[in-house]
């Protein structure tokens, strides 16, 4: 099982290689199931790597040109507020024992992995479902119906940059990753483009900046409250670091479509897996 849990690490960073993101809802399963580690300690360990792999999957789209700071700052300040104070405070305070339905005790370690088997199953639906065409790209400000006095396209006002959704949606995203320690890509990439206007690929590029940002972040409020392995910690992190590299070459000879519907329907049967096994097993 031990030797699973370390090809998993692999898998998560070869998942963000390939499509950009679903790898880190691996993270905690893998945490959990295959190397017999707490849900809570869990969460913690899971941000620590995603936030490590996750930068050096930006670094990459930042030599590119595909990360918008001015994005990442709006949206991830609210977000590392939100995901520190979370993991500092809110939950080392949540009791053992949450309540109890008919001798059945819900702990805090089933209600975290629940959560986050229902993050898992709301991810698996963004990633089997077809994606459309993001708005927000450039081309789409351009009126080619319109002509000015030259017979030249008419270019409309730029799309108004909504500072009050990336900001809530931030405090959401961060919250969220706090509790359940991943890192939130589905969501964060479709609010990048709905609320700031940026093609998919500067989404995908700014998304994983964010991640890393607000992942190391609330892991330093995990830092107060739970012994850390750091050697551990770094034989993981580097293995999925090695596996986003591999899946950066890979991607350039695999459909990534068809490779992400198929990673979706396997989170979702995770997902189904893990609810099935908290709560009947």
């Known amino acids: 099982m031990e030797i699973l849990g370390y090809i998993a690490a692999l898998v998560i960073g070869l998942s963000l290689g390939l499509i950009g993101g679903g790898g880190s809802i691996l993270t905690v399963p893998a945490l959990v199931y295959l190397l017999g580690l707490s849900p809570v300690i869990s969460t913690a360990y899971s941000l620590f790597i995603v936030g490590t792999t996750s930068l050096v999957g930006s670094y990459r789209f930042y030599k590119k040109g595909l990360v918008s700071l001015k994005t990442a700052l709006v949206f991830g300040l609210p977000s590392i507020v939100a995901v520190y104070a979370t993991r500092r405070y809110i939950v080392p305070a949540i009791p053992e024992s949450i309540f109890t339905i008919g001798g059945f ?63 809530a949606e931030g405090a959401v995203v961060g919250t969220l990753t706090g509790l359940v320690g991943a890192g939130g890509g589905f969501l964060i990439i479709p609010a990048l483009v709905l609320f700031s206007k940026l093609d998919m690929k500067m989404a995908v590029g700014t998304s994983l900046l964010i991640i890393a940002a607000k992942s190391l972040f609330g892991f330093i409020g995990d830092i107060y409250n739970y012994e850390i392995d750091w050697g551990f910690l770094g034989v993981f992190s580097a293995l999925s670091i090695v596996g986003i590299f591999l899946g950066s070459f890979l991607s350039t000879k695999i459909q990534a479509d068809k490779l992400k519907m198929a990673f979706g329907w396997f989170v979702l049967a995770m997902g189904v897996y893990i609810i099935g096994k908290e709560l009947f097993f």
């Open 105 to 167: 005790e819900v702990t805090k370690g089933i209600m975290l992995m629940l959560l986050f088997a229902g993050l898992m199953v709301f991810a698996s639906i963004s990633m089997i479902r077809q994606n459309k065409k993001p708005s927000g790209t450039a081309d789409e400000n351009i009126d080619h119906d319109i002509l000015d006095e030259n017979g030249k396209p008419v270019k409309l006002k730029e799309p108004k940059f909504n500072y009050g959704g990336i900001l």
